[in-house]
Structure formats: C-alpha cells, structure tokens
T-cell receptor, first 119, second 115 residues
Framework: GAVVSQHPSRVICKSGTSVKIECRSL??????MFWYRQFPKQSLMLMAT?????????EQGVEKDKFLINHASLTLSTLTVTSAHPEDSSFYIC???????????????FGQGTRLTVV | DAKTTQPPSMDCAEGRAANLPCNHS???????VYWYRQIHSQGPQYIIH???NNETNEMASLIITEDRKSSTLILPHATLRDTAVYYC????????????????FGQGTILTVHP
C-alpha cells in the first residue's frame, strides 16, 4: 500500500515556541492531505484539509493563525503549531489521498503520527 | 455521513475469532462501510470496506446485514498484535471534491486480545 511518512515522530518544545510537522507521501502524489488531532483516550478529530497550491480549509473551532498549513508540493504538507502552549500537547496525524485515482476503497493513507509535548 | 455505534470495549482470547459489531441504522444506499484500526500511538490502518456484499481479505472479513443497518468485522484468529481501537466508518465512496478521503472517526471499540 501507499506510504505516508510523518516527521518528527516525537517532539518536545517549550511554551511559546513554534513546531513544524511534516507529512510526506513517499510513493504517490497527493493533491489533498488531511490533518487530525487526537487527545489521550479520545478519537481522531479532523483539523484541516490541506490542498496543494491553495489555502487550507479549517474545521470549525480550529484557529488557522495558530495551526499554519502549507502544501507546497504534491508530496509534502506541513503543519506548524505557532506559539505552542501545553494545551496543544496532542497526537497529530496526517493522511493523504492519491491524485487521479478512482475509487480504491482505501482512499486515505495515514502517517504514523507525531506526539507533541509542550512544556 | 451516517453515524455509527460501536461497543466501547471487547475482549478476545488469542487464537479465537474476534467479532466486532457496528450499528449504522441511518446508512444511505450509496454509503460504504469502512473499518480502520489504530494500534496504540500509531496512525490508523485500513482494514476492509464493503457496500452490501460480504467481503474478505487477508486481514479480516466483513459481514453486512441484508438491510445494511449493521455489520460485523471478523478477525478469524486474533493475535496479541490485534489489540487496538477499531473504528467503523460509514461514508460515501469516491465523493469527489475535498471530501474524498476525509474520514469522520467515532469512539471506536477497544479490542483487547489476551493470552
């Protein structure tokens, strides 16, 4: 199956700093990537949809100025958590869909996630 | 997308079949049933999907009732590595536009496989 790689897998940062998380599709091109957030013992919540070459679409309640998304190429989307605070500590997961494919059933390929801890 | 209901947790003995139920009584005719699982601290993994026929692959079987209001994911010989949260998701396939590939996760079922 298609591979989506996230980097870093874990990051600890100080409160007030910014952290960038990368999501790469390794063996396919993705016009659209999705960013999810998961707090402990909770389900995944979609934060935003990242579209190559255009602005991201954010879900209701997600601050676009705090969670900056850049999708500059067909294989890379980045999520930057700006001015991070302890409440931003979470598990961030990206997924990607392959360009130009019809219905494959799998649709979404997920990265391994990034554990962010803000201290 | 239709809402799904799953039991919060289930146990299964290693080597036995694990049968995970999912209710989706409001499913529409063009909505598929998808199953994903998430092993602790990893991203979700696709398992199987189906529309109305039963499906089987190397990981699992999916049994969908005739009225399509419920389904069961079957792991035929559960192993300790199958311990995970299993998500049943109902959505329109190949929806097109920006919703294609977007998944709405419920709380899922925590499956614990014990020796």
């Amino acid at each position: 199956g298609a591979v989506v790689s996230q980097h870093p897998s874990r990051v600890i940062c100080k409160s007030g700093t910014s952290v960038k998380i990368e999501c790469r599709s390794l063996d396919f091109q993705a016009t659209t990537m999705f960013w999810y957030r998961q707090f402990p013992k909770q389900s995944l919540m979609l934060m935003a949809t990242s579209n190559e070459g255009s602005k991201a679409t954010y879900e209701q309640g997600v601050e676009k100025d705090k969670f900056l998304i850049n999708h500059a190429s067909l294989t890379l989307s980045t999520l930057t958590v700006t001015s991070a605070h302890p409440e931003d500590s979470s598990f961030y997961i990206c997924s990607a869909r392959e360009i130009g494919t019809g219905f494959t059933g799998t649709e979404a390929f997920f990265g391994q996630g990034t554990r962010l801890t803000v201290v | 997308d239709a809402k799904t209901t799953q039991p919060p947790s289930m146990d299964c003995a290693e080597g036995r079949a694990a049968n995970l139920p999912c209710n989706h009584s409001t499913i529409s005719g063009n909505e598929y049933v998808y199953w994903y699982r998430q092993i602790h601290s990893q991203g979700p993994q696709y398992i199987i999907h189906g529309l109305k026929n039963n499906e089987t692959n190397e990981m699992a079987s999916l049994i969908i009732t005739e009225d399509r209001k419920s389904s069961t994911l079957i792991l035929p010989h559960a192993t300790l590595r199958d311990t995970a949260v299993y998500y049943c998701i109902v959505r329109v396939a190949n929806a097109g536009g920006t919703s294609y590939g977007k998944l709405t996760f419920g709380q899922g079922t925590i499956l614990t496989v014990h020796p």
